[in-house]
């Protein structure tokens, strides 16, 4: 187990310096930073000042080893317009965006794997045909949609819910509702295609036969199989929810991570685009490994590949 | 004294989109206490549904009904959820054709051993544990505190199915269904597990359904035997007169395909009618080489001997057989 997870460790460290090394490349061909900096009004002699204090005019590679050093260090620049570092801009969002992402995780993984599992011990069925309109109807609804809708009808007709900020719980919950309804879909299809298929082989026919009752069924036998693939799609949907959603923080005025990627997109604030891009891969990768360590721990077949 | 098991007039249906699948069409047979019965087919015959039927695990889609279908002269059609789950384990236990899918991948096989004697709440964890040891010991998984750890991956096809049968042993059952025990196992280990399931039968004195398609099978392990066609049953007796004395054509045809040396190996011609809608007659009269036109329209039931009956035209007496080439003497098989 210990050499299984070195391993993803070494793969995972790779993987992310390429993409280290590839954001940083785009970020500078995409255009000139200094000249975006100064502004529209900035003169010629102007650019040429802001790139030279800015280290802008050296080579890309001594820009990236320079830029590479400081990060191993745990040095990630400052903000080139609010002369914040990097970190505490980050630090300042992370937590709101974290908790959006979890409790929208969980919410969709608390309606999705009930359903799922319920459409597939009856296919075809009322429940099964309302699991799956209901999973093409959050697929198919736009969550920018949603969410002013949503605004519209609890926020301001019924004025249950607050509409922007982050200041209370009870902010959270029109958000997380939008995110959630993003993430079951895909989670609910899952869990229904893939206990469909584990209720088709031969071992569940063996517990049948020994007399364990159906619920028993589910949980211990072909939940414990269907599982598997459900966590390595949880993993990747919670990567991709830590990177915050533009639509849902702007919509909401949340001041979270998605916003701040944006926001720095769009005034070419490198610093804090190149640490954001690092942050969601980190996630991505950390994710995916502790869903392959937990796939390991419950699948022997996977522990002994190794 | 009346039978453990005891079926009449079986029919099993399945709606498909070419029609109606008669799959079963009104088979009968009981098995006594202690009893080991075989029933005997090609694939598709029927005889996996039959015990599916039995095990009360056919599919969703498959229409049952019968005459008779009783366990200790309860009607099982009557079973609720809860009288059927005391049954499986306790009453009637299975083992599969394929040990290799036929356990959970991702239990220790202890945890799948005891489950079941701990839901039928025989005992607590630690009397499962060591009823789980001795029959491991018994079917020879060794060494027990190991093998109980272990999963299904970590061990042969041969050991898995020796792990099958001692978990299906766990509750004490009355009945044990082999669905194609040893049909996916090398032949070695095929006649290990025969004789295992010989022996285990006389230990326990439970009754044995055998479900195979291999003759040499039946005549290792069965007392009784019913041969299967088409989702009939075409001939039934004691395995010992069955097999020397073949009564219906298709058992003969049955016997001829055996391997002998240095002899060609004697194909029954043509294929299985399919089985949907209105079916008459004889089901075996297109690949018959006795069949005649009175075949189309009537099958009476005859007897050979005392329980060793079959369903033809053609008259035999106690002397002869269909085809004295096919008769063997019952060594042959074993």
Known sequence: MLSFVRGKLLVSLLVLLTVSLVGFALLHLSGDLAATLAGENASAEQIEEIRRSMGLDRSLLAQYASWLTGAARGDLGTSFFTRETVFSLFMARIGTTAILAVCALVVALTISLPLGMLAALRPNSWLDRLVSSLALSGQALPSFFLALMMVSIFGVTLRWLPVSGSSTPLHYIMPIVVLAVGAIPALMRLTRSGVMEVLEQDYIRTARSKGIPTARIMLNHAMRNAILPIISLSAVQLGTLLGGSVIVESVFAIDGIGLLTYRSIQRGDFPVVQAMLMFVSAAYIVLTLLADILNAWLDPRLRQKR | MSPLLDIEGLRIDIPGHAGLL???????????????????????????????????????????????????????????????????????????????????????????????????RLGNRRAALSRAGELLERVGVVPVERRLRQYPHEMSGGLRQRVMIAMALMCRPNLMIADEPTTALDVTTQVEILALLKE??????????????????????????????????????????????????????????????????????????????????????????????????????????????????LARDDSGSTTDSSAAPLEAFQ
């Not at chain 2, 889609?61 to 789950?85: C, H, I």
């Not at chain 2, 299985?272 to 080489?289: D, H, M, T």
């Open chain 2, 22 to 120: 008669r799959a079963i069409r009104g088979i009968s047979f009981s098995i006594g206490e202690g009893e080991s019965f075989a029933i005997v087919g090609e694939s598709g015959c029927g005889k996996s549904l039959t015990a599916m039927s039995v095990l009360g695990l056919l599919p969703r889609s498959a229409v049952l009904s019968a005459e008779t279908m009783s366990w200790k002269n309860q009607d099982m059609r009557m079973f609720g959820r809860r009288q059927w789950s005391h049954l499986h384990g306790l009453g009637i236990a299975a083992i599969f054709q394929e040990p290799m899918t036929a356990l959970n991948p991702v239990l220790p096989i202890g945890d799948q051993m005891i489950e079941s004697f701990l839901h039928h």
């Open chain 2, 200 to 313: 285990l039968q006389a230990d326990t004195g439970m009754a044995l359904m055998l479900i195979t398609h291999d003759l040499g099978v039946v005549a290792h392990v069965a007392d009784r035997m019913a041969v299967m066609y088409a989702g009939e049953i075409v001939e039934t007796g004691s395995v010992a007169s069955v097999l020397t004395r073949p009564a219906h054509p298709y058992t003969s045809a049955l016997l001829s395909c055996l391997p002998t040396r240095g002899q060609p190996l004697i194909p029954i011609p043509g294929v299985v009618p399919a089985l949907i809608g209105e079916l008459q007659g004889c089901i075996f009269r297109n690949r018959c080489g006795f069949a005649m036109p009175d075949c189309a329209s009537q099958v009476p039931e005859r007897e050979v001997a005392p329980g060793h009956a079959y369903r033809c035209l």
